[in-house]
């Protein structure tokens, strides 16, 4: 039981550093000033392993993390970075516990992207003009032009992302005794549907970046 709780301590503490190193260093500009990361895949992937609480706590680690060393919003751009990740990713974790099927994993990830959408959309109207600077009235003329289709297409992206790393994630911590063999996420497979799904968002997505910004 002690070795047990010490590969997963050992696990989420990596899953903690792929989080933050992913935030630091895979920022990529979206829509106007907005840019996106893909540490909430790494997030959700953790929630799947070890349940929803799991991913509020990398949630809260990597969010501080951010914000003490590379993010310039101070404690609202670190409440925003908690409120997004939870969402997306807590909301998943905690489905995919409930049905712990690859049904309930995508039902999950879609669901999380739903929440993400709605919740930012509220918390952006709400905090975003004092971390931004910006008047309230630019805020909501932002709304729809910009927050609705990033957050969209960053909750498409996670969700397309989680479904194609979840497994061989998986593989490998099984691989390197970071994970009990037995663990019931091995029955989780990369079907052609799920295959299918997350390029058909991968694509959908990267087509609308490059509308939006009058690419094509």
């Given amino acids: 039981m002690k070795h047990s709780n010490t590969r997963k301590l050992t ?16 920022r990529i500009p979206l829509v106007l000033f ?9 997030i959700a992937i953790g929630g799947f ?17 951010q ?12 409440l925003m970075n908690m409120i ?24 999950g990830l879609f669901c999380g992207c739903g929440c993400q959408v709605v919740m930012m959309m509220f918390w952006n109207y709400l905090i975003a ?5 910006y008047p309230r009235e630019a805020v909501v003329e932002l709304l729809l032009p910009a927050f609705l289709p990033f957050n969209l297409i960053k909750g498409g992206l996670n969700a397309a992302m989680t479904m194609l790393l979840y497994k061989p994630v998986v593989t490998v911590l099984r691989r390197s005794n970071f994970m009990e063999s037995g663990h019931d996420s091995e029955k ?26 009058n690419v094509i």
């Fill in 11 to 26: 696990t989420v503490g990596m899953l903690c550093a792929l989080a933050y190193v992913a935030a630091a260093v895979g």
């Fill in 49 to 65: 392993l070890f349940g929803p609480l799991t991913a509020f706590a990398v949630t809260m680690i990597v969010s501080v993390a």
């Fill in 129 to 133: 003009p004092i971390y931004m600077g």
């Fill in 84 to 107: 997004s990740s939870c969402s997306f990713a807590c909301t998943a974790a905690w489905i995919y516990k409930k049905k712990r099927k690859q049904s309930g994993a995508m039902i």
């Fill in 34 to 42: 907005l840019k996106y990361d893909p540490k909430d895949v790494v």
């Fill in 188 to 213: 989780m497979r990369i079907k052609a549907g799920v295959l299918l799904t997350a390029l058909f968002l991968i694509i959908t997505c990267l087509l609308w970046i490059l509308s939006l910004n």
């Fill in 67 to 78: 914000m003490i060393t590379i993010s310039g919003t101070g404690i609202f751009g670190c």
